[in-house]
T-cell receptor, first 114, second 115 residues
């Protein structure tokens, strides 16, 4: 899977929007962009994924740049429960046995200030 | 609908002891996975099962064995525990394994300490 780059940490005030960036300049045309988060002492939790178009679900929105070399996870109103490590992961839709693994990097640690 | 469940939640072993970590999912998913997470690190895949009856090695399989007991259950066995296997172990499942459009659902983890 291609590499992603994320800031180590970010802070947000409670009830404000949060934009979490991810750079993936070597993304291939068949790579899906996935976001997971991990709350303290819990297992990772799927957040959202997309291929080319922007995506919305009940948890977040995913904005994908036109050239697909970067993306942004948007939390519309941060709550204290959103404090977690957020991981941006690329997965090839057509790859072979290696595609089974989610390759987690260091992610972005989001702190939410009350 | 419990999702992915893991037992036990915590375990302390002495070097050389053996144990089995249990995982079950109730989402009728085909694929299941075992990951480990060391302090301050991302998750690394130990073994996976693409479908019932198949298992394959992941990135860090040494020292572990797995069994896909049926479609619901996937167990991880440490035959002779070593301090290097002190970690948090996560089980996950997904509708299908291959391909980038399927998300994985994770259990709450087992915290294992080997002394």
């Amino acid at each position: 899977d291609a590499k992603t780059t994320q800031p180590n940490s970010m802070e947000s005030n409670e009830e404000e929007p949060v934009h979490l960036p991810c750079n993936h300049s070597t993304i291939s045309g068949t790579d899906y962009i996935h976001w997971y988060r991990q709350l303290p002492s819990q297992g990772p939790e799927y957040v959202i994924h997309g291929l080319t178009s922007n995506v919305n679900n009940r948890m977040a929105s995913l904005a994908i740049a036109e050239d697909r070399k970067s993306s942004t996870l948007i939390l519309h109103r941060a709550t204290l429960r959103d404090a977690a490590v957020y991981y941006c992961i690329l997965r090839d839709v057509h790859s072979g046995a290696g595609s089974y693994q989610l390759t987690f990097g260091k992610g972005t640690k989001l702190s939410v200030i009350p | 609908n419990a999702g992915v469940t893991q037992t036990p939640k915590f375990q302390v072993l002495k070097t050389g002891q053996s144990m089995t970590l249990q995982c079950a999912q109730d989402m009728n998913h085909n694929s299941m996975y075992w990951y480990r997470q060391d302090p301050g690190m991302g998750l690394r895949l130990i073994y996976y099962s693409a479908s019932e009856g198949t298992t394959d090695k992941g990135e860090v399989p040494n020292g572990y064995n797995v069994s896909r007991l049926n479609k619901r259950e996937f167990s991880l066995r440490l035959e002779s525990a070593a301090p290097s296997q002190t970690s948090v172990y996560f089980c996950a499942s997904s509708p299908h394994g291959q391909g980038g459009s399927y998300e994985q659902y994770f259990g709450p983890g087992t915290r294992l300490t080997v002394t």
